[in-house]
């Protein structure tokens, strides 16, 4: 009897350490063929800015339209699917390379990659023709998008299929105009063959406007009581003064003697400048995002609260189109080994506030892999 129930014990055991080997044999392989593999390898996006940055309107985007862009010469293919949904996938296609943008959406909500017809559901495999049968685990990255106000920001860093990359930490900003009833806007976008960075330092730059623009006031050219305040880790605001020019604006139309100006930026490429003249109030806000390393998209919005009437529109588009081009004619000049220069005065405030926080903030390759080693330990 005795012998009986140990054998019994003794055979359950076994059983049960048999189960616990396969297990432990298996386990990896299931995990394994869970996860989900995407290419390109997040190596070659990864480190572009942890940031969300605006790449266009709602209104670009139309639906089942494929659009392609550039992020740091990374390529990517963005899609309203046919619910409205935005995506954003890469624009390399997993077989042969064949850029996605210049497929099309199928009626089953696939993009179908023209040179073979692989079938994509946000970046994941649906149906490889001829190959039935095909698990959808592997693909393309598919990175976050979001829209805000009409306007559309792209996170290039996190591939939300394989769940690696960067995640963006920085919230997105959205100005209080774009919220405001009593403002209308004009907008715009342009190419510039210059570093995304040298566009957004070149508008956080006070002293530049009187000896660069044509409504600067060339008479009184140093704007007084600068001052520097910290809004948050990823913003900053500098606020100023100026005798308003003769012919400005401000002058003719808000009847101002003096100016007063707010000069922001919030990481990775807004800056807002706004300028108060007696009660009236024009708003510019400008992203500029890299698309290779010398060379940015610059989105722009002008706000006014004044002349609201969309009669008076061209008035204001001029005006930019004026104020890009003298600002365009000054950063093609500036020699490309001495974006940074070497001295600065109290008047650059707000741009070396602004290299600071994005020092602080980006995650580089080195910073990324501090982070990870330190919340492994932990
Ligand atoms: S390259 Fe896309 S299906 Fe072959
Ligand atoms: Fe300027």
């Not at 909500?109 to 698990?135: A, F, M, R, T, V």
């Not at 956080?204 to 948050?232: C, Q, R, T, W």
């Not at 604006?249 to 100016?259: D, E, F, K, P, R």
């Amino acid at each position: 009897m005795y012998l009986s129930i140990s054998f019994l014990i003794s055979y359950k055991k076994n059983i049960l350490s048999i189960l616990m080997f396969l297990v432990y044999l298996f386990l990896p392989i299931l995990i394994y063929s869970l996860k989900i593999v995407t290419k390109p390898f997040s190596s070659t996006y990864k480190f572009k800015g942890n940031f969300y940055w605006k790449i266009g309107r709602t209104n670009d985007f139309l639906k089942k339209d494929l659009k392609r862009i550039l992020f740091d010469d990374f390529p990517i293919c963005i899609y309203r699917d046919d619910r409205g949904i935005l995506n954003a996938v890469s624009d390399i296609c997993m077989h042969r390379g064949a850029s996605l943008s210049r497929g099309k959406i199928l009626n089953n909500d696939c993009l179908q990659c023209p040179y073979h017809g692989w079938e994509y559901k946000s970046g994941l495999i649906e149906n490889i023709p001829g190959c039935p049968g095909i698990k959808n685990n592997f693909g393309i990255p598919s990175f976050l998008i979001e829209e805000r106000y009409g306007d559309v920001f792209l996170c290039p860093t996190f591939d939300t299929n394989s769940k690696v990359g960067i995640y963006p930490e920085v919230p997105i900003y959205v100005p209080p105009e774009a919220k405001n009833k009593d403002f209308t806007k004009i907008s715009g976008v342009k190419q510039i063959h210059r570093p995304f960075s040298l566009i957004t330092e070149n508008v956080l730059d006070i002293m530049h406007i009187s000896y660069v623009h044509s409504f600067g006031n060339s008479l009184a050219p140093v704007p007084f009581e600068v001052e520097y305040d910290k809004i948050n880790d990823y913003s900053g605001k500098t606020t100023f003064y100026y005798t308003a020019g003769p012919t400005s604006m401000s002058s003719l139309i808000g009847g101002a003697t003096y100016v007063k100006v707010e000069n922001e930026f919030h990481l990775p490429d807004t800056t807002v400048t706004r300028v108060f003249a007696g009660n009236i109030i024009k708003t510019i806000v400008t992203n500029s995002y890299p698309i290779g390393k010398n060379e940015s998209i610059l989105h722009f919005d002008l706000y006014r609260n004044f002349l609201v009437n969309p009669i008076f529109d061209p008035i204001f588009h001029i005006q930019m189109d004026i104020t890009l081009k003298e600002d365009i004619r000054i950063l093609n000049g500036i020699y490309d080994n001495y974006i940074k220069g070497f001295m600065n005065t109290k008047y650059d405030v707000t741009q070396l506030k602004y290299r600071e926080s994005w020092n602080r903030n980006y995650i580089d390759e080195e910073k990324y892999k501090l982070k990870n080693n330190t919340k492994n330990k932990i």
